[in-house]
């Protein structure tokens, strides 16, 4: 029986997508020393490389990208020809790809989230009118809702009117035609549905699935 080998012990894969035995393939295509039987082998490897991506088949570019990760595989040390440019070791391996900056927001207040002050922006650049009047009512809503997602008890609507004046620096305010906000108890109840309904939904899902199926007789 041969000793048991573990990956721990085996060489690093370079491109873990493609398994050990493609990595291995490339290794004994670097070790052949005849340059035609190195070409007649990467040309395999590359077929066998494009069946484990069938869905890449009609990308365009995918027969550069398969010799571009041959060589890559190789440690750049295959020596075969290509139909495509060789890439260079230095672009693949010595250079870092650039930072990907990921968008910081933070909202004074975190509970209503970041769509509620965008909303609030956007509406601070409207005309005044009927249409932005609905527009603010409705943000008031929405902000007591979120509220209420946190706070289950209740909130009093001047709570709302202070955080609105706030995040839109004192511009916004809800019109008295617009007024009261619809209240907490609506929202509530609501909340209450829709927990009941998503309860109710997974037990009958829990009770179908362990309750027995009859037995058939024949």
Known sequence: MNTLEYNTERKKLIIPEYGRHVHQMVDQAVALKDKEERN???KAI???MGNLNPHLRDVPDFQHKLWAQLFIMSNFELDAD???EKP????YVNRKPNKLEYPQNFPKYRFYGNNIKKMIDIAMEWDEGELKDKLIANIANHMKKCFLNWNKDSVDDKVIFNHLADLSNGTLKVPES???LTDSSEFLKNMVKTNN???TNNNYKSNNKN???PKRRY
């Open 197 to 199: 309904n998503y309860k």
């Open 82 to 84: 290509s139909p495509f």
């Open 211 to 213: 309750r027995k199926k």
């Open 40 to 42: 007649n082998m990467a």
């Open 46 to 48: 590359i077929g066998v």
């Open 178 to 180: 617009k007024l009261p």
């Open 88 to 91: 260079s070791k230095e672009i």
